[in-house]
Antibody, heavy 119, light 112 residues
Framework: QVQLQESGPGLVKPSETLSLTCTVS??????????WAWIRRPPGKGLEWIGL???????YYNPSLKSRVTLSVDTTKNHFSLKLTSVTAADTAVYYC???????????WGKGTTVTVSS | QSVLTQPPSVSGAPGQRVTISCTGS?????????VHWYQQVPGTAPRLLLY???NRPAGVPDRFSGSKSGTSASLAITGLQAEDEADYYC????????????FGTGTKVTVL
């Protein structure tokens, strides 16, 4: 059974870069069947899709975040990563990594990690 | 980016039936894309509740069902239970946002 685990700093200063990693266990990021995605939920708000990627390199981003987001995959470490630059308080959220199916839905979710942007 | 609209809240007594609507557009649900639903119990990660409009993953009770028509979809919970109190989100795809997944605005279900 595939499990996902997010990791990274819980506190990031304004204007700096948020970096998170999602480690995949019980499966492979190189599985051609799936994409790998990031979702976030800011306090008091709903879910927001950040972006997704395939291990072969295809990537799609939320247009509202596209200029600040970079997704990458490391097949040797079986994990994928999110970088979000120039963060502000509006980027404070619980960040989730997910497994995304070609049928356009997410069937496996990590437990989430809280990231606070504050000086 | 939400292009799927849900009511902010719905409530019902234990045992009752509640429904949650999800309204999209001709470029999302109306374009023929499936709708999927997620449940997020407070303090936990979202979990897939329904996929492909009305398919339940293993472990999801048959009290949950979904439907889709035109540019809208709905989630029904029959025999409402206290453990169903959570936030619910619909999700689909939008052709105007290449490759994107889009979430609904979310609905808080309260069990009275």
């Amino acid at each position: 059974q595939v499990q996902l685990q997010e990791s990274g700093p819980g506190l990031v200063k304004p204007s700096e870069t948020l970096s998170l990693t999602c480690t995949v266990s019980g499966g492979s990021v190189s599985d051609n069947t799936y994409y790998w995605a990031w979702i976030r939920r800011p306090p008091g708000k709903g879910l927001e899709w950040i972006g997704l990627m395939h291990y072969t390199g295809s990537k799609y981003y939320n247009p509202s975040l596209k200029s600040r987001v970079t997704l990458s995959v490391d097949t040797t470490k079986n994990h994928f990563s999110l970088k979000l630059t120039s963060v502000t308080a509006a980027d404070t959220a619980v960040y989730y990594c997910t497994r995304d199916r070609v049928e356009y839905y997410m069937d496996v979710w990590g437990k989430g990690t809280t990231v606070t942007v504050s000086s | 980016q939400s292009v799927l609209t849900q009511p902010p809240s719905v409530s019902g007594a234990p045992g009752q039936r509640v429904t949650i609507s999800c309204t999209g557009s001709s470029s999302s649900i109306g374009a023929g894309y499936d709708v999927h639903w997620y449940q997020q119990v407070p303090g936990t990660a979202p979990r897939l509740l329904l996929y492909g409009n009305n398919n339940r993953p293993a472990g999801v009770p048959d009290r949950f069902s979904g439907s889709k028509s035109g540019t809208s979809a709905s989630l029904a919970i029959t025999g409402l239970q206290a453990e169903d109190e959570a936030d619910y989100y619909c999700q689909s795809h939008d052709t105007s946002l290449r490759g994107s997944r889009v979430f609904g605005t979310g609905t808080k279900v309260t069990v009275l």
